[in-house]
Structures are given as C-alpha cells and as structure tokens.
T-cell receptor, first 110, second 116 residues
Framework: EDKVVQSPLSLVVHEGDTVTLNCSYE??????LLWYKQEKKAPTFLFML????IEKKSGRLSSILDKKELFSILNITATQTGDSAVYLC??????????FGKGTRLHILP | DTGVSQNPRHKITKRGQNVTFRCDPI?????LYWYRQTLGQGPEFLTY????????KSRLLSDRFSAERPKGSFSTLEIQRTEQGDSAMYLC??????????????FGDGTRLSIL
C-alpha cells in the first residue's frame, strides 16, 4: 500500500533556530514529491521535486529529494513566528493519485 | 481573486441530512480534485476529474458520496444521509497539467462540515 510518513509529527523551536522536517515514502511508480504549508485554511504550495539531489530554494526554505533512499527533507533556516504551520508532504503516484502524509506541526516560539 | 473557490465555508447539519458543496477551480485548470481532511491528518484523496470525466474514486468514497463536474468547470460534492463520521474539512484542488508532475495542485480554503 502506498504511504507517506512524516517526522516529527510536531516540533517546537525558538525563533531563529533551523529546523529539518522529514518525509519518507513508499509508492508505486513515483512521479513527484510536493511540500505544502498549511496554516488555518488551504495548503499552499512550496516545492515540487522530481529529481534526486537537486536542491530547491525559496528564501529561507529549501528542500531536496533522495529517490534512492525514498525520502525528502524540508529545511527552514532562521525561523520566524510566521513559519508556524503544518507542513505537508505529498507524493504523486503513477495512477495520478496524490498521497499526503499526516504533516509536521511546527510551532515557533518568539 | 482567481484562486480556487469553495462554498459554503462552513456547513452544520443534522445527521441524516443531505449536503452539497461546490468548488470553482482556477479557470484554465482542467483537473479538479476532492479531498477530505480530519483533525491531525493530511488530506485524503476522494476523487478527481479531468474536464467533465471522473477518472478515479477512492474506496473512501462510499455510495453516499457523489461528485459531478457537468461542464468541466465547477464541481459539486454531495453527501447523502450524512453520518457523524462525515464531519471533516472537504478540500478542492485544481491543476492544469496533463499530469500533475508538471504543475502542482492549488487548493481552495475548504468547506468545514459539522454533523450534529
């Protein structure tokens, strides 16, 4: 059965710290891995990863995919209180389905 | 705002009633997805459309659930004879690629359903 597992499930850090969120997966016919940020409402898109070893960056956020070991990490440096959210990892499988993990709930203390 | 729009934002109803939600995708998007999200969980795939064709349905979608996208634009999700376990956030997303690998899905704000 296809699955996406995120860790940790929750994380509390102080503003300014760096965090690493993990996502491992087992899916049939992997196509892509996506990271979303969800605050109170809709998940908002962060990154789409299809190739191993190529880091994607957006400001203080970066992500990389390892297709051999079947995982991805999302890094956030110099965290701010506005980074507090649930971070969702999702994988697109060969049957066009998107499988989401349970998310990592990140709380940044001022 | 040209994002994905969902209505209503909240729906409270008694057990056994029927409910219908609407999703208006981004206008040029030909794919439309429905998800259900409960507290502490990621979104769970329910079904998706490419234009007006419903291409995939999750086993989570019991026969009380039906979705339509009659003209390939907006979509409706109906739940008949609601049960308390149907209480959740129902999210709609759309994308424009032939496969989503080319472009990510964009989500609406969801409809929060509460069954009394």
């Amino acid at each position: 059965e296809d699955k996406v597992v995120q860790s940790p499930l929750s994380l509390v850090v102080h503003e300014g710290d760096t965090v690493t969120l993990n996502c491992s997966y087992e899916v049939t016919n992997f196509r892509s891995l996506l990271w979303y940020k969800q605050e109170k409402k809709a998940p908002t898109f962060l990154f789409m990863l299809t190739s191993s070893g190529i880091e994607k960056k957006s400001g203080r956020l970066s992500s990389i995919l390892d297709k051999k070991e079947l995982f991805s990490i999302l890094n956030i440096t110099a965290t701010q209180t506005g980074d507090s959210a649930v971070y969702l990892c999702a994988v697109e499988a060969g049957d066009d389905k998107i499988i989401f993990g349970k998310g990592t709930r990140l709380h940044i203390l001022p | 705002d040209t994002g994905v729009s969902q209505n209503p934002r909240h729906k409270i109803t008694k057990r056994g009633q029927n409910v219908t939600f609407r999703c208006d995708p981004i206008s040029e998007h030909n794919r439309l997805y429905w998800y259900r999200q409960t507290l502490g969980q990621g979104p769970e795939f329910l079904t998706y459309f490419q234009n007006e064709a419903q291409l995939e349905k999750s086993r989570l979608l019991s026969d009380r659930f039906s979705a339509e996208r009659p003209k390939g634009s907006f979509s409706t999700l109906e739940i008949q004879r609601t049960e308390q376990g149907d209480s959740a956030m129902y999210l709609c997303a759309s994308s424009s690629a032939r496969t989503v690998s080319n472009q990510p899905q964009h989500f609406g704000d969801g409809t929060r359903l509460s069954i009394l």
